[in-house]
């Protein structure tokens, strides 16, 4: 989105507010028009006035998580990112958003174990989605699982060959020689095998989610 557009965002947000200062949509909006300039305090803190209007909104709970993660509040204290993503899961847990966000931020603080519980349940909500399928190769490789790493790295690049080629680019540019030794290929038959019984796999277990209309109408 242009600055202008920005802008003009904002000017409509803030009409909105001074029309009715308990439009939390407005709120919501303006959050993420400065989000995205990253001003993360101002997002921050609409998202929290938000909240006092909605706060059982699972979507502002989520957005206030992803700000919090960003400026590295991640831990378990009140307030913390992972503190609103487990209150916007209890909400709504099948949520894909808020858990995706959630096993990023346990990703972080080098949970890697439960981030990986959490990304194969959400590898059962959207079996297509290659960017999970990428996250979930990178906790198995931070803790030792190499195979099981370079089988979720081909699955995303089946599904997402564009996508994710430059993230796991950059992602295999950090990785120390010596280990990328013992890695095997990407082109490997073994891992293309692999690659589609895992896929196949997942579609076969997923099930039609019923998305919740709790959060922003």
Not at 82 to 103: F, M
């Amino acid at each position: 989105m242009s600055m202008d557009n920005l802008e003009r965002a904002v000017s409509a947000f803030r009409h909105a507010l001074r029309l009715d200062e308990r439009n939390y949509k407005a709120r919501f909006g303006l959050s993420n028009v400065y989000f995205k300039q990253e001003f993360f305090d101002l997002a921050d803190a609409h998202l929290v006035r938000a909240l006092t209007i909605f706060p059982q909104s699972c979507l502002l709970l989520t957005h206030l998580g992803a700000v919090r993660a960003r400026v590295g509040r991640l831990n378990d204290s009140p307030g913390s990112s992972l503190d609103c993503l487990n209150k916007a899961v209890s909400i709504d847990p099948n949520n894909t958003l808020a858990r995706y966000h959630r096993a990023c931020a346990l990703t972080s603080l080098g949970r890697y174990q439960e981030a990986i519980s959490e990304f194969e349940r959400l590898v059962l909500l959207c079996p297509r989605e290659a960017m999970i399928y990428f996250r979930l190769g990178q906790a198995y490789q931070k803790i030792g699982n190499i195979p099981q790493a370079m089988i979720y790295f081909s699955c995303s690049m089946e599904l997402d060959p564009k996508g994710v080629n430059t993230d796991l680019h950059d992602f295999m540019a950090s990785v120390p020689p010596s280990s990328q030794a013992s890695m095997p290929s990407l082109d490997s038959s073994d891992t293309r095998v692999a690659t589609q019984e895992t896929i196949q796999a997942r579609r076969r277990r997923a099930r039609p989610v019923r998305y919740s209309r709790r959060g922003l109408p």
